[in-house]
């Protein structure tokens, strides 16, 4: 018989788990948290440093964004421009190269006006705003293409009032269908303002040559053209000054509206915010911005034969796919907003874009083929010209209720429709000579 005390310390040095001299190890749960601690940690470390590398500028602007799926088409344009003479293929795959790149220009813009403030960020958004648009044009007006310069920035004209503008009022539509949508009507009556202008100088050189009554024959029409698109110049440039130096006087046209500023204040938080540095904005914008200008070269010369492989006008090629590409950036932007029901933003995209187009991108064409000897003008001949008026009417019509709906989106993409199918049954008269 062994003592109690002895057998106590016996039953304890056995099996029991109080057994200070047990064989088992008894888990540490603060143990079984090290590899998992030490794995967040290793992760946590990795993402700072990409974050700190170059290589995360070069995944932000080149891999993050979805679109960006269609840059190899650019290089296989320039590969296809060598090795064969199929025109309609690399008018296509330059198409497609340029997509891409058009929105990525847009985005570096925006990155760069967070560190410029408001003023200098606004004239940045004035002009890299609608570069590809310009690129192509500076390019085509370089080689004489004068009517490819006057359709394709009136197609980004029409594209962005009835296309762009029509697909996020459906869309906005749809998924709030159970409400009506409301934007602020002061700022739609300032841009119609605008856009009506721009007819005005459109509308009159075209009139003054087709009814042959000018003073100089082919002399007072470009003469007038310049004088307007000075005058253009002008009055944007008083637009801007009064959107971006008067904003503590006048309401912000793109502010929203007081309804919408409660429900955006938790997305501005989380959207306001650069995702990459003002060196690396820049240096982003003039790589694009020149990748751009090579790419052009090799869309506009294959334009010609493009018309003649797929038996289209060059009308159509240059009023209803040309803008496919400047305007993929705001059509998805026009979207996005429209659907967060933000669509004060909608329309500063999509009617913004049309005023900066017509008041500021064509005029500034006007000047520099003045420059460059050649004699572009405003002349946009009588079929093109009416086509711009009818639509500035139309949406005029449908923005003057400061509301939106399924079914106005709806009637501007068929309006569009309508534009695209007239374009491609239009023959213009002066294709040979441009």
């Given at each position: 018989?062994?003592?109690?005390?002895?057998?106590?310390?016996?039953?304890?040095?056995?099996?029991?788990?109080?057994?200070?001299?047990?064989?088992?190890?008894?888990p540490?749960?603060?143990?079984l948290?090290?590899?998992?601690?030490?794995?967040?940690?290793?992760?946590?470390?990795?993402?700072?440093?990409?974050?700190?590398?170059?290589?995360?500028?070069?995944?932000?602007?080149?891999?993050?964004?979805?679109?960006?799926?269609?840059?190899p088409?650019?290089?296989?344009?320039i590969?296809?421009?060598?090795?064969?003479?199929?025109?309609?293929?690399?008018?296509?795959?330059?198409?497609?190269?340029?997509?891409?790149?058009?929105?990525?220009?847009?985005?570096?813009?925006?990155?760069?006006?967070?560190?410029?403030?408001?003023?200098?960020?606004g004239?940045?958004?004035?002009?890299?705003?609608?570069?590809?648009?310009?690129?192509?044009?500076?390019?085509?007006?370089?080689?004489?293409?004068?009517?490819?310069?006057?359709?394709?920035?009136?197609?980004?004209?029409?594209?962005?009032?009835?296309l762009?503008?029509?697909?996020?009022?459906?869309?906005?539509?749809?998924?709030?269908?159970?409400?009506?949508?409301?934007?602020?009507?002061?700022?739609?009556?300032?841009?119609?303002?605008?856009?009506?202008?721009?007819?005005?100088?459109?509308?009159?050189p075209?009139?003054?040559?087709?009814?042959?009554?000018?003073?100089?024959?082919?002399?007072?029409?470009?003469?007038?053209?310049?004088?307007?698109?000075?005058?253009?110049?002008?009055?944007?440039?008083?637009?801007?000054?009064?959107?971006?130096k008067?904003?503590?006087?006048?309401?912000?046209?793109?502010e929203?509206?007081?309804?919408?500023?409660?429900?955006?204040?938790?997305?501005?938080?989380?959207?306001?915010?650069?995702?990459?540095?003002?060196?690396?904005?820049?240096?982003?914008?003039?790589?694009?911005?020149?990748?751009?200008?090579?790419?052009?070269?090799?869309?506009?010369?294959?334009?010609?034969?493009?018309?003649?492989?797929w038996?289209?006008?060059?009308?159509?090629?240059?009023?209803?796919?040309?803008?496919?590409v400047?305007?993929?950036?705001?059509?998805?932007?026009?979207?996005?907003?429209?659907?967060?029901?933000?669509?004060?933003?909608?329309?500063?995209?999509?009617?913004?874009?049309?005023?900066?187009?017509?008041?500021?991108?064509?005029?500034?064409?006007?000047?520099?083929?003045?420059?460059?000897?050649?004699?572009?003008?405003?002349?946009?001949?009588?079929?093109?010209?009416?086509?711009?008026f009818?639509?500035?009417?139309?949406?005029?019509?449908?923005?003057?209720?400061?509301?939106?709906?399924?079914?106005?989106?709806?009637?501007?993409?068929?309006?569009?429709?309508?534009?695209?199918?007239?374009?491609?049954?239009?023959?213009?008269?002066?294709?040979?000579?441009?």
């Amino acid at each position: 018989m062994l003592p109690v005390n002895e057998k106590a310390g016996h039953a304890l040095s056995e099996d029991s788990p109080l057994s200070l001299k047990s064989n088992r190890k008894v888990p540490d749960p603060l143990d079984l948290e090290v590899p998992s601690l030490t794995r967040e940690v290793t992760h946590s470390r990795l993402i700072k440093k990409l974050q700190n590398s170059p290589l995360k500028s070069i995944y932000t602007v080149l891999i993050k964004a979805k679109i960006n799926v269609l840059l190899p088409f650019g290089p296989l344009a320039i590969f296809l421009h060598y090795l064969t003479q199929k025109q309609g293929w690399i008018f296509f795959f330059s198409l497609l190269g340029i997509t891409p790149l058009a929105e990525r220009l847009g985005y570096a813009t925006e990155q760069l006006a967070f560190y410029t403030g408001p003023t200098v960020g606004g004239l940045l958004n004035a002009t890299f705003g609608n570069a590809t648009e310009m690129i192509i044009s500076m390019y085509a007006l370089k080689v004489g293409m004068i009517r490819v310069v006057q359709q394709s920035l009136l197609g980004s004209i029409l594209s962005n009032m009835l296309l762009v503008l029509g697909c996020a009022f459906f869309t906005g539509g749809i998924v709030h269908h159970q409400k009506i949508q409301r934007f602020d009507k002061s700022a739609a009556l300032v841009n119609s303002g605008l856009l009506l202008m721009a007819v005005m100088g459109i509308t009159f050189p075209a009139v003054l040559h087709f009814t042959h009554t000018e003073v100089h024959f082919g002399k007072s029409e470009l003469a007038l053209s310049r004088f307007s698109s000075c005058i253009m110049l002008v009055a944007y440039a008083s637009y801007l000054f009064f959107q971006l130096k008067s904003q503590q006087i006048h309401q912000n046209p793109y502010e929203p509206v007081d309804g919408e500023m409660v429900d955006n204040a938790e997305d501005s938080d989380n959207d306001d915010a650069p995702e990459i540095s003002r060196g690396e904005a820049i240096t982003w914008l003039a790589i694009l911005t020149l990748w751009v200008s090579v790419l052009s070269g090799y869309l506009v010369d294959a334009i010609g034969g493009a018309s003649d492989s797929w038996n289209m006008p060059v009308a159509f090629i240059s009023v209803i796919l040309l803008p496919i590409v400047g305007n993929a950036a705001e059509h998805a932007s026009a979207i996005m907003f429209a659907m967060k029901d933000k669509l004060d933003i909608t329309l500063g995209v999509a009617i913004g874009s049309s005023t900066q187009i017509s008041m500021f991108v064509i005029p500034f064409c006007v000047v520099i083929g003045w420059m460059m000897g050649q004699p572009m003008d405003l002349n946009f001949r009588l079929f093109e010209t009416a086509t711009l008026f009818v639509t500035v009417l139309v949406v005029a019509f449908m923005l003057q209720e400061g509301t939106s709906n399924y079914f106005k989106g709806l009637m501007l993409v068929l309006c569009y429709l309508i534009v695209a199918a007239s374009f491609f049954v239009h023959i213009d008269s002066k294709e040979g000579d441009s």
